[in-house]
């Protein structure tokens, strides 16, 4: 249990840390057609809203709302929506692979999240967050 969290510190630290100290930018670059590329951008602005929206409905005790939110818009559900199958043949492997980790971690968020426990509620979110961060350290479109 321990061990995926000291990858991603890890992942975070020297990733986002010691490439921001350098003034560099190690990050992959990843090639998508343009059409491609204005709706993977555009889905992932809907990501940002998504989590927000999860937040807002956390916040109202509104777990069915977070749950909803979490499987349509973020998990296995939303492959369709954000078009999945059209980008993934353009993704490295290990791109592919984190993307799959977010979905699968909404869908896990969405049934925690049913079970009104607190710690359960946020750590399953938290795999959410960590799904997006570790993308966003390791990869950059073209
Ligand atoms: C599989 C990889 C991957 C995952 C997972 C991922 N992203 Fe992204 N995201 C990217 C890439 C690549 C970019 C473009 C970054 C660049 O070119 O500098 C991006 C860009 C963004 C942007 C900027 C959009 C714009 O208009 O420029 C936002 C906001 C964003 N992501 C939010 C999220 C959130 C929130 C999550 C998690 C719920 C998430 N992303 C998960 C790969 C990912």
């Known amino acids: 249990m321990k061990m995926p969290q000291i990858v991603l ?3 975070l630290f020297f990733g986002t840390t010691g490439t921001w100290a350098a003034g560099m930018d190690a990050r992959q670059e990843v090639s998508l057609p ?4 204005t709706h993977m951008l555009h889905s992932m602005r809907d990501h940002l809203l998504a989590l927000h929206e999860i937040l807002d409905a956390l ?4 777990s069915d709302e977070a749950a909803r939110i979490a499987e349509s818009r973020l998990g296995m559900s939303s492959m369709a929506l954000h078009g999945a199958n059209k980008a993934a ?3 490295p492997p290990a ?4 993307g ?10 969405a049934l925690a999240v049913q079970e009104e426990d ?4 946020y750590k399953a979110l938290s795999q959410i967050t960590a799904s997006c961060i570790a993308c966003h350290a390791q990869f950059k479109l073209r």
Not at 34 to 37: E, I, M, Q, S
Not at 59 to 62: F, G, H, I, N, S
């Open 100 to 109: 799959m980790g977010l979905h699968h971690a909404a869908s896990r968020f």
């Open 9 to 11: 510190t890890g992942v």
């Open 95 to 98: 791109m592919r692979k984190t």
């Open 89 to 91: 043949p353009y993704m």
């Open 34 to 37: 343009a059409t491609l590329k």
């Open 118 to 121: 607190p710690r359960k509620t």
């Open 59 to 62: 916040a109202r005790d509104d």
